[in-house]
């Protein structure tokens, strides 16, 4: 399934594998997958290419060479392994938003949780009008193996503040404009599932007003963390 | 207790050995068992011989050499240990499923307690229905020390989709054609079960339509991971 | 505080508060202790002393030197450190109940959280018919500075089958005819209070049988593990 | 955004530096913050200073240079980075009660799903009381980005015996005399947050009563740990 790559496009590549190699890791350090469930995908800058994990290999097999290149209808170009069962669904995102340069999928407990139940997360803490701006919203259910997935990841989030979706009875996309940010998304989203899953345990959880969201999501976007480059 | 196997057994009982030995890390890795519960074993190819977890000893203590060897009765036949207490349970699955290359008993958390309750795990999200085809299925109660746990887990899982019994007020058991895919459907097993568990905490949860459980159970079992081994 | 020790005692002191420092570090591992809290004691040998954790040091600073010796009476005799603000309850321990080598203390959440409410955990899985033969009893509220919470372990353990007990409003106390037996016990403690209690968030749960309970810690405490010791 | 700072004052600051540094890393270890969230400060010592963590980087990043050195007006004056989000509301603290030493905020799950409810954590267990002294309290809510959650955090803490409080919507922050008292305080309060809510999904909880409370904070924070300090 290896195609030969623009030297360029191919230099491009072998970046975009290293990065999308390393960023699976944060995936079971703050324990959003189980076994070989979960992935993360980029796009390859200045092509219509992006990188994926490979099916059914543990997090602990991962290298940069067994990432997976695939053009955006989501066909293999270059790789030894076949790509994760889910990239027909990163690829229709690829297409259908183009701002998008990362994509991240896990079935992270507290948040398929919420999914399980097709009820989105209410914006209960600012923890959560800062990275969603926004409820967590659900998508529909949709059974793996076309564009049924993507499209509900894109129906839902297309115009939505918040960079992650539940599907329904399945688990959470996020996406972002890179890697590190849709990866930032699936943490903070388990995080904040379950976080107002234990509040509403104990009593009910009354929303923050849509002011306050408001604010909090502009500052955070806007003001939070380093605004230059630093050695 | 040890006998002289024949020196073509006695390699492939090494081989085993070594396989089970290290399975059993991935039980700790993914907090499935406490202290020194918890057993994985696997038949000896080209033999009437599994190997065993020995009883009482901690996951850290364990070696190669440490893992016990059993005929098909659940005797020990080579090894300086006496077998988990288990033994008899796995021995009867053996004889009765040809079919089954490997057996793993935990009392995991989540598993535990539906067991606990007597109540199977509904087959509620996609991921469930992935591995395991069906809801996860309660077996009889059964004491300890003859054949009735292992004519229980036959008595639930034969003919059942599901590689993973929930005996009742006990742990789980799950089977598999190798070892690796018996460790991996107890992992999966606790997953679903905090899960749904999770779920159901915040209000009612829909089992996944039957039609659409068996479309992801076939395509997970026929499509999944990597269809050729790779360098 | 030190007073010098006949050579033997001195000997035996040394092997029991290397023990103990060891099995400190189980606490930490299994997730039952926050910041410095809970201690492990237990006796020398052939002397009226025990050897318990020093009051406030964080688990990474333990080493045996720091672990001090006290007499029945929990006054300090060998050490550098002041002993656990815990010691006169062990104290009083090991004064009435002879047959108790060592004990453990913690406030290991979900056991903490059934003293919390005053309620004893039933006996409803076979991992607890097997270590505890019994439901784990509560011990009475009492403030620490006297012998009040070591009347209130004694009052309650003593011809209990059940290793732990939790004291109201406290925690955990576990003893053990050693070191190593008085840490599982606290181990198998927790473990059994978190499924027990998760299970019965999802319904209720029945204890089980007398007669079940009594067959399966007869034949946890005779046949379980191995019989001789190995190389 | 340097200024150079007299050498004494220098000297102090590198000292403060790290040791801030340091503690940070007990924020992940005891499972407070998620990616870059949470953050500790300290006076430094003979100065009208204090050294906090940088905005937006990751605990892995950080190094006592990567610490900022800012002015009680919050106002940074030495450091390659810009402060924490929250450096305000540190500032404030310090300006108000000048016995605090140490300010630490983190998100904690179990802390904060009290805080989204707006519920003050009951003292029912002893290691609450002898920690806080009294329930974790409520302060107001309050947006970030002005001076208004430092003055709901003095408004709430001053004349409290706790050293916690739980910010309406938000999270922690706890004060100490030093980073590290601050530190242990923002760990047991998430530690007795997680308790006590586990404790009340079994059934009703009681406060222990005003006088136990009583004598054992007294107790704890008068005769707990070492008197004198040891090599």
């Known amino acids: 399934m290896t195609t030969a790559l623009p030297p360029e496009a191919a230099a491009a590549a072998e970046r975009t594998r290293r990065e999308v190699c390393d960023l699976h890791a944060e995936l079971p350090r703050w324990n959003l997958v189980t076994w070989t469930s979960g992935n993360v995908s980029a796009r390859v800058p200045g092509t219509d290419l992006f990188a994926i994990k490979p099916s059914g290999l543990s997090y602990d097999e991962l290298t940069p060479a067994s990432m997976v290149v695939c053009d955006l209808d989501g066909t293999p170009v270059d790789g030894e392994y076949g790509p994760s069962s889910d990239t027909a669904a990163h690829a229709y995102v690829y297409r259908a938003m183009p701002e998008v340069g990362a994509v991240v999928h896990t079935h992270s407990t507290y948040a398929t949780a919420w999914a399980a139940r097709g009820e989105a997360i209410p914006c209960a803490i600012t923890a959560m009008a800062d990275e969603f701006g926004a409820e967590i919203p659900v ?6 193996g076309g564009d049924d997935i993507g499209r509900g990841i894109v129906a839902t989030l297309r115009g939505h503040r918040s960079p992650a979706v539940l599907m329904r009875s399945h688990g959470v996309f996020t996406v972002g404009k890179d890697a590190k940010a849709a990866v930032k998304a699936a943490v903070m989203c388990e995080d904040v599932a379950r976080t107002v899953h234990i509040a509403r345990q104990g009593g009910p959880v009354e929303p923050l007003p849509q002011e306050h969201v408001d604010a909090l999501y502009d500052r955070y976007q ?9 050695p």
Do not use: E, T, W
């Not at 998508?139 to 793996?144: E, H, M, R, V, W």
């Not at 806007?222 to 630093?230: C, D, L, M, P, T």
């Open 139 to 144: 998508g529909p259910f949709a059974l793996i």
């Open 222 to 230: 806007n003001a939070y963390g380093q605004r230059r480059q630093h």
